[in-house]
C-alpha cells in the first residue's frame, strides 16, 4: 500500500520563529528597505551594488539562525507520508531541518549566478547557479562566462521557473498543507487550487485565511505550535 502523497506550501511565517523577518509585517519593508529596491529586476538594473549588500547581509543572518520545531516537524512527515515541500522561502531551513524533496519557488539564498544565465534563452537551466554557502559577493564578482555573478532569486517582475513542478506536486497530493504563508503572493497563492476536489487543505496560519474553499481546515496558530496540532489531526484522520 503507497503512503499518501502530502504536498507542504510554506511561506515567510514558518520562519519568522527563527527569527528572519517578513516583508508583508512590516509595511512594505523587508529589513527596512523597499521591497522594490532589493527584490525586483529593476532594483538590479537601478542599483546592483545595492541589492547585492542586502542578500549579503542576508546570507551573513542565515548563518546565524537554526531551523525551528516547524521546520523540523515538516521534515518528521517523511516518517509517514511522501512529502514534497513547497516552499517561497529562500532559506535553507528545510534542508538543514532534515527534509529531504524541495521545490524553492522563489530561489536559494546561498546560491549565484551569472546575471545573463537561468533565463528563458537557455530554459532557465541551472548549470552555471552554485553555492557559496554564507559568503559575500560583490561588484566586480564574474561567473566563469565573465558576467557578474548575481543572487540565484526570483525577484518581483521575473519569471517563476518551478512553477509547474509545484503544480504537479499539488496535483498528485492526497493531502496538502499550507504553513505561514498569507496566501496573497502570486503564482504560488494560487496553488491550492490545483488540488484534487476530494483533497483536505490545511492551512496553519494566526490570521484570518483570505480565501474561502470547503476542502480548508483553518489551524489558527503559528507555524511551531500550529504543526503540532497537524501532527495530532493526522496520526487521527490518515493512520
Known amino acids: 500500500m503507497r503512503r499518501k502523497r502530502l504536498a507542504v506550501l510554506t ?40 541589492m547585492l549588500e542586502f542578500y549579503n547581509t542576508r546570507r551573513r543572518q542565515l548563518a546565524d539562525v537554526r531551523p525551528n520545531a516547524a521546520h523540523l516537524a515538516i521534515a518528521g512527515l517523511e516518517k509517514d507520508f511522501d512529502v514534497t515541500v513547497i516552499t517561497q522561502n529562500v532559506d535553507n531551513l528545510h534542508e538543514r531541518a532534515g527534509s529531504t524533496r524541495i521545490i524553492h519557488l522563489h530561489g536559494e539564498l546561498t546560491k549565484v ?9 537557455d530554459g532557465f537551466s541551472e548549470a552555471s547557479v552554485f553555492d557559496i554557502g554564507y559568503g559575500d559577493i560583490n561588484l566586480g564578482d564574474k561567473a566563469p562566462n565573465g558576467a557578474q ?41 494560487g496553488l491550492f487550487r490545483y488540488a484534487g476536489i476530494d483533497v483536505p487543505i490545511y492551512v496553519i496560519d494566526p490570521k484570518e485565511v483570505p480565501v474561502s474553499d470547503p476542502r480548508i481546515t483553518h489551524i489558527k496558530d503559528v507555524a511551531t505550535s500550529g504543526m503540532e496540532k497537524f501532527v495530532l489531526m493526522a496520526a487521527k484522520n490518515f493512520e
Open 11 to 50: 511561506g515567510a511565517g514558518v520562519s519568522a520563529e527563527s527569527g528572519l523577518g517578513t516583508f508583508r509585517d512590516s509595511g512594505g519593508l523587508w529589513e527596512n528597505y523597499r521591497v522594490e529596491d532589493v527584490a525586483s529586476a529593476e532594483g538590479w538594473i537601478r542599483n546592483p551594488g545595492l
Open 113 to 121: 549566478r551569472p546575471e545573463n544565465c537561468c533565463n528563458e534563452s
Open 149 to 189: 555573478l548575481r543572487p540565484h532569486i526570483v525577484w518581483f517582475g521575473e519569471a517563476v521557473p518551478k512553477i509547474e513542478a509545484a503544480m504537479d506536486a499539488v496535483e498528485k497530493a492526497d493531502v496538502m498543507l499550507i504553513v505561514g504563508t498569507s496566501l496573497q503572493v502570486y503564482p504560488a497563492a
